[in-house]
C-alpha cells in the first residue's frame, strides 16, 4: 500500500466517524467494506506523516505500509515490524488506546529498534 496518494482529512475522519460507535461497545462490529476502509486510510495517514520505509505495520487481512526514516528493507521479513488487529490499530489512530498500553497488554507486536509508533500517534481524533 502505498502513500503517494494524498490522503483527504475530512474522508479520514468519516470513515473513522463511521466505525467510532463499535470502538466505544455502543455499536455492533460495521461491515467489512466500512472497517476496510478506516483502516486503510488511517495507515495511509500514518505513511504520509511517518514517511520511509523502514518500519512495516500491518493490520490483516486489510492493508500493511511501510513508513518511518530509516534503511530501507528490501526482501524478507522487515526487522522492524508492527502487528495488530484492525481494532486495536484503529483505537491506536483514535488515541483511544495508547501505544505503551497496548503493548503491554499484548495487543501489538513491535519487533526491531524502530518500531515505536508512539510519536506519530494518535492519527485522527473523533468527538464522543
Do not use: Y
Not at 13 to 38: C, I, K
Amino acid at each position: 500500500m502505498s502513500a503517494a496518494r494524498p490522503i483527504d482529512p475530512a474522508e479520514l475522519r468519516a470513515a473513522v466517524a463511521e466505525v467510532s460507535a463499535w470502538l466505544t461497545g455502543n455499536a455492533p462490529e460495521p461491515d467489512r467494506r466500512r472497517l476496510a476502509s478506516a483502516v486503510r486510510l488511517s495507515l495511509r495517514a500514518l505513511a504520509a506523516d511517518a514517511p520511509g520505509r523502514s518500519v512495516e505495520v500491518r493490520v490483516p487481512p486489510f492493508a500493511a505500509v511501510q513508513c518511518v526514516e530509516g534503511p530501507r528493507h528490501t526482501r524478507g521479513t522487515p526487522p522492524n515490524v508492527v502487528e495488530t488487529d484492525p481494532r486495536t490499530w484503529l483505537e491506536l489512530a483514535t488515541g483511544r488506546l495508547q501505544w505503551k498500553d497496548a503493548l503491554t497488554q499484548g495487543k501489538v507486536s513491535a519487533s526491531g529498534t524502530r518500531a515505536d509508533l508512539s510519536h506519530w500517534l494518535p492519527i485522527v481524533r473523533i468527538e464522543p
